[in-house]
């Protein structure tokens, strides 16, 4: 008698299921697949082993692109979460000419195709002879990081009570004080939130990086290379290792946001 009010509930509930299935089976896959003893990713699995987690750990060349990746991640937030946190404190706490332009500017690297930005900034650094290296990697990746940064920034000053600051001023604190004891404070989870996503995006990123890199490879760019070999145990178990390290970040991120906005 209820069935056909259940009916499309049913239909919704098992379209979810399968697009869920479709996006994350092959990733879970990966992870099966990165215990599995065998060399050949192939089933059965005759047995379970974290040997290749130990290969991995151990390589030397992946523990390099480690390690430029890493540098590449804190470097390029560390710019990003900087100049979003200026640009999103002129936006709102001034008016300036062009501003309505600056503001819709700001996200086209987070909409533009990486392949664009890559080959738009590779053109840009041979126009001005600066030769490709993690330093040219590092701005590209800051520049998608703004954004990200600006956007969860200026939305959070914009919950924030100029009185408060107008108070402090009238109590004798100078801007940069004032800043730092009343608005910082107030915006401190949203920055990190953001730099932590920024963060991440830029671990994880390849296309524009494919673009930008020299001899230094990052992690990412030292398993594409790899791939072109056919799937080892010993990418599943790096990617897996990635997958949970980048999932961490972005949850971690989630939850501070979601402070901030408390």
Not at 230 to 242: D, F, K, R, S, Y
Request: hydrophobic share 55%; with cysteine.
């Amino acid at each position: 008698m209820n069935l056909p009010l259940r009916l499309p509930k049913l239909i919704f509930g098992t379209v979810t299921l399968i697009i869920y299935l479709f996006m994350y089976l092959p990733i879970l896959t990966i992870a099966i697949f990165s215990f599995s003893q065998g060399r050949v990713l192939s089933l059965p699995i005759h047995g379970w082993t974290l040997d290749w987690y130990a290969k991995a750990l151990q390589d030397e060349q992946l523990q390099v692109g480690l390690f430029n990746s890493l540098k590449v991640a804190i470097a390029s937030c560390t710019i990003a979460a900087t100049l979003g946190t200026l640009a999103a404190l002129a936006i709102q706490r001034y008016q300036f000419f062009g501003k309505n332009f600056f503001r819709a500017a700001v996200i086209l690297p987070i909409v533009l195709p990486g392949i664009v930005t890559g080959v738009a900034m590779l053109s840009f650094f041979s126009t001005i002879d600066l030769p490709l290296g993690l330093m040219t990697v590092i701005i590209g990746h800051a520049t998608f990081g703004f954004p990200v940064v600006f956007n969860t920034v200026a939305a959070r000053i914009a919950r924030l009570p100029r009185s408060l600051e107008e108070a402090a001023a009238d109590l004798g604190s100078p801007p940069w004080e004032a800043f730092w004891k009343v608005v910082f404070p107030g915006l401190r989870s949203a920055l990190i939130s953001a730099t932590l996503l920024a963060f991440t995006l830029s671990f994880d990123e390849i296309v524009v990086t494919i673009f930008l890199t020299g001899q230094d490879n990052t992690l990412p760019m030292e398993i594409w290379a790899r791939l072109r070999f056919g799937m080892t145990p010993e990418i599943n178990a790096t990617v897996t290792l990635i997958l949970l390290f980048s999932v961490g970040l972005v949850l971690l991120s989630q939850w501070l946001g979601v402070r901030s906005e408390e």
